[in-house]
C-alpha cells in the first residue's frame, strides 16, 4: 500500500483554508511544581483545520501526547486556551464537557479498547448506546464498508486480528459524525500491513467522508499519510511539513537530530506570508524541518 501522493503546499492552511476544528492558544501545561516542574508544553499555538489529516510528531517527552489530551479535553491545561468546534472548552462545565466529548470527539488508542465480550457492531455503536442517541444507519453502513468491516460485523474482538480490530476502533471513533478524530498512536501495535490498512481509512475518512483527523505518531511512514505533519520540541511547535512523502520526514527528522537539539521555527515570517520555506537558516540558525512541502511553524 503506497501513502498517498503529496498535493501542493498552497492546498492547506492558506488564508482561505477550511475553519479549524481544533485551535489551541498559547497553551501551556505545568506538570508537578517547585523544582520538580515539568513545563510539558510551553506556549502552542495550532490550528487544526476540517478536512485535514494532521500528525503529529517529535522526540519522546517533547509534549505530543499532552497536547493531544489538551486539545482533546482529556488534561485541562495550566493556561491558555482551547477551542473545539467553535467552543472555548476550559469554560465548560465537567457535564458540558463530556458531553462534547462524547458527541463531538472520536478517540483512537494504541490499545484498541475493545469491549471483548460485544461484537463488532456493538462495539461501534456503543458510544451512541450510551449517550442514547440513535444510530444513523445510512452513515453507520458508509463508515463500515469505508473500513472494509461488512463481514466481520458480528464477530467478537477475540475473533478479529489486531487491525481489524483497530478499524472496529476507528470506526466506533467515526459513528457519531464527530467534529475531530484524535488518535494516539493508532498503528503502534500493528504490523505493517495492518498500519497501512487503518492509515488508508483514515485518510479515506478525511478525504471521502468529510472528517478530521489528528493523530501522534513516531513513524514517519505513518505520518506520510498525513496532510499535513507538525513538530513538537521541548513543548513548542517547532515547524511543520505539509503533504511530505516518507523521506521529507526523515530529513526533516534528521536534520533536527543533528542540529544536536530541538529544530527552531520553520521560519521567521508569519504563515499568511506564503506556506513554503524551505530555508532552515531563516530561522536565525537552528535547523527546522524542512522538505519539498516545508511551511513556517506558526505565526506567533
Ligand atoms: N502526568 C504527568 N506527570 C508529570 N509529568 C508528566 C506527566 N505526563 C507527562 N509528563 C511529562 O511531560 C513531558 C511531555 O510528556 P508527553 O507524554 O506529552 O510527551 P510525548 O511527546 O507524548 O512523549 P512519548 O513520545 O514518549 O509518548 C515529559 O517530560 C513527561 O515526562
Same mark, same amino acid.
Given at each position: ?9 498552497? #492546498? ?15 497553551? *501551556?501545561? $505545568? ?8 513545563? %510539558? ?7 487544526? &483545520? ?9 522526540? #519522546?517527552?517533547?509534549?505530543? #501526547? ?6 482533546? @479535553? ?7 486556551? $482551547? ?13 458540558? !464537557? ?6 463531538? *470527539? =472520536?478517540?483512537?488508542?494504541? &490499545? ?8 463488532? &457492531? ?15 444507519? %445510512? ?22 486480528? =489486531? ?9 466506533? &471513533?467515526? *459513528? ?8 494516539? +498512536? ?9 498500519? @497501512?490498512?487503518?492509515? /488508508? ?6 478525504? +471521502?467522508?468529510?472528517?478530521? *483527523? ?8 505513518? %505520518? #506520510? ?6 513538530? !513538537?520540541?521541548? =513543548? ?19 536534520? /533536527?537530530?543533528?542540529? @544536536?537539539?530541538?529544530? @527552531?521555527?520553520?521560519? /521567521? +515570517?508569519? /504563515?499568511?506570508?506564503?506556506? $513554503? ?22 505565526? %506567533?
Amino acid at each position: 500500500m503506497t501513502s498517498p501522493a503529496p498535493r501542493t503546499a498552497a #492546498s492547506t492552511d492558506t488564508p482561505d483554508a477550511p475553519e479549524a476544528r481544533a485551535s489551541a492558544r498559547d497553551l *501551556v501545561k $505545568v506538570y508537578g511544581s517547585g523544582t520538580t516542574a515539568v513545563r %510539558a508544553l510551553d506556549g502552542v499555538d495550532v490550528d487544526f &483545520a476540517r478536512g485535514r489529516l494532521t500528525a503529529i510528531m517529535g522526540p #519522546s517527552g517533547s509534549g505530543k #501526547s499532552t497536547l493531544m489530551h489538551c486539545l482533546a @479535553g482529556l488534561d485541562s491545561p495550566t493556561s491558555g486556551s $482551547v477551542v473545539i468546534d467553535g467552543q472555548e472548552i476550559s469554560r465548560l462545565s465537567q457535564r458540558r !464537557l463530556t458531553a462534547l466529548r462524547r458527541t463531538r *470527539v =472520536g478517540f483512537v488508542f494504541q &490499545a484498541y479498547n475493545l469491549v471483548p465480550t460485544l461484537t463488532a &457492531a456493538e462495539n461501534i455503536t456503543l458510544p451512541l448506546d450510551i449517550a442514547r442517541s440513535p444510530v444513523d444507519r %445510512a452513515w453507520f453502513d458508509e463508515v463500515v464498508d469505508s473500513v472494509g468491516l461488512r463481514d466481520r460485523l458480528h464477530h467478537r474482538p477475540s475473533e478479529l486480528s =489486531g487491525g481489524q480490530q483497530q478499524r472496529v476502533a476507528c470506526a466506533r &471513533a467515526l *459513528v457519531s459524525r464527530p467534529s475531530i478524530v484524535f488518535a494516539d +498512536e493508532p498503528t503502534g501495535n500493528l504490523d505493517s500491513r495492518s498500519a @497501512g490498512e487503518v492509515l /488508508a481509512f483514515l485518510r479515506r475518512s478525511v478525504d +471521502e467522508l468529510d472528517q478530521t *483527523v489528528v493523530m501522534v505518531t513516531h513513524d514517519p511512514r505513518a %505520518a #506520510s499519510y498525513a496532510h499535513r505533519v507538525v513538530f !513538537l520540541a521541548d =513543548g513548542r511547535l517547532a515547524g511543520e511539513l505539509l503533504d511530505p512523502t516518507q523521506q521529507d520526514i526523515l530529513d526533516a527528522l534528521a536534520l /533536527a537530530a543533528d542540529d @544536536g537539539g530541538p529544530p @527552531g521555527p520553520a521560519s /521567521a +515570517e508569519p /504563515a499568511s506570508a506564503g506556506p $513554503v520555506s524551505t530555508r532552515p537558516e531563516a530561522s536565525g540558525g537552528s535547523a527546522a524541518p524542512v522538505g519539498r512541502h516545508a511551511a513556517p511553524a506558526d505565526p %506567533a
